[in-house]
């Protein structure tokens, strides 16, 4: 039997957490499926699939050590997976905008009624100089469930109505 878990982790950002820490896990047994990992101001986050022959208890007693000798904490769940399960984007988004409360929720909302699956989106914000505010940007990377029509629609409104900068991407073959 198959006994994948989603792993995340926590904590302070330094050098070496991903060394040691797939080092740990390797040595413990485990075999490491995909990840996510970021760096989020002076914190690190990592998501990562771990194949594991043992229970979710007994992972835990693998991971207990390694997140305490690194300062993080972390959760385990199980899930169905397997390493093939990797998606890939159909587009990638940027968007660029003065800084304002509710801006990842315009973008998400409108991608999401487009039919856009959001499989990854970075943020952050620029302060220029003499600028009166920040410039907030959005990546997003995604699949079409309803073709390139709608979310072309969708991010033209959003350019026009919430005046942001947006550039559009197809990356899969055959998006157009």
Same mark, same amino acid.
């Given at each position: 039997?198959?006994?994948?878990?989603?792993?995340?982790?926590?904590?302070?950002? @330094?050098?070496? !957490?991903?060394? @040691?820490?797939?080092?740990?896990?390797?040595? =413990?047994?485990?075999?490491?499926?995909?990840?996510?990992?970021?760096?989020?101001? &002076?914190? /690190?986050?990592?998501?990562?699939?771990? *194949?594991?022959?043992?229970?979710?208890?007994?992972?835990?007693?693998? $991971?207990? +050590?390694?997140? &305490?000798?690194?300062?993080?904490? /972390?959760?385990?769940?199980? $899930? +169905?997976?397997?390493?093939?399960?990797?998606?890939?984007?159909?587009?990638? $988004?940027?968007? %660029? =905008?003065?800084?304002?409360?509710? !801006?990842?929720? &315009?973008?998400?909302?409108?991608?999401?009624?487009?039919?856009?699956? !959001?499989? *990854?989106?970075?943020?952050? /914000?620029?302060?220029?100089?003499?600028?009166?505010? +920040?410039? /907030? %940007?959005?990546?997003?990377?995604?699949?079409?469930? #309803?073709?390139?029509?709608? $979310?072309? #629609?969708?991010? &033209? =409104?959003?350019?026009?109505? #919430? @005046?942001?900068?947006?550039?559009?991407?197809?990356?899969?073959?055959?998006?157009?």
């Amino acid at each position: 039997m198959e006994n994948w878990f989603m792993l995340s982790m926590v904590g302070k950002d @330094r050098p070496g !957490i991903v060394a @040691r820490l797939s080092a740990s896990l390797c040595r =413990a047994g485990c075999n490491l499926g995909e990840s996510s990992m970021a760096a989020l101001s &002076d914190n /690190f986050t990592i998501m990562m699939m771990v *194949h594991w022959e043992g229970t979710q208890e007994e992972l835990t007693g693998v $991971v207990q +050590p390694i997140g &305490d000798n690194l300062g993080l904490t /972390f959760n385990i769940h199980p $899930v +169905p997976g397997k390493l093939e399960h990797n998606r890939q984007p159909d587009i990638r $988004v940027s968007i %660029y =905008a003065e800084d304002r409360k509710g !801006i990842v929720e &315009d973008v998400t909302t409108a991608l999401a009624d487009a039919g856009l699956n !959001i499989l *990854h989106l970075d943020s952050n /914000f620029d302060e220029e100089p003499g600028s009166p505010k +920040p410039t /907030f %940007y959005l990546h997003i990377e995604g699949t079409l469930s #309803k073709g390139i029509e709608p $979310v072309e #629609k969708a991010l &033209d =409104a959003l350019c026009e109505e #919430k @005046r942001m900068n947006i550039q559009l991407i197809p990356v899969s073959p055959g998006i157009k």
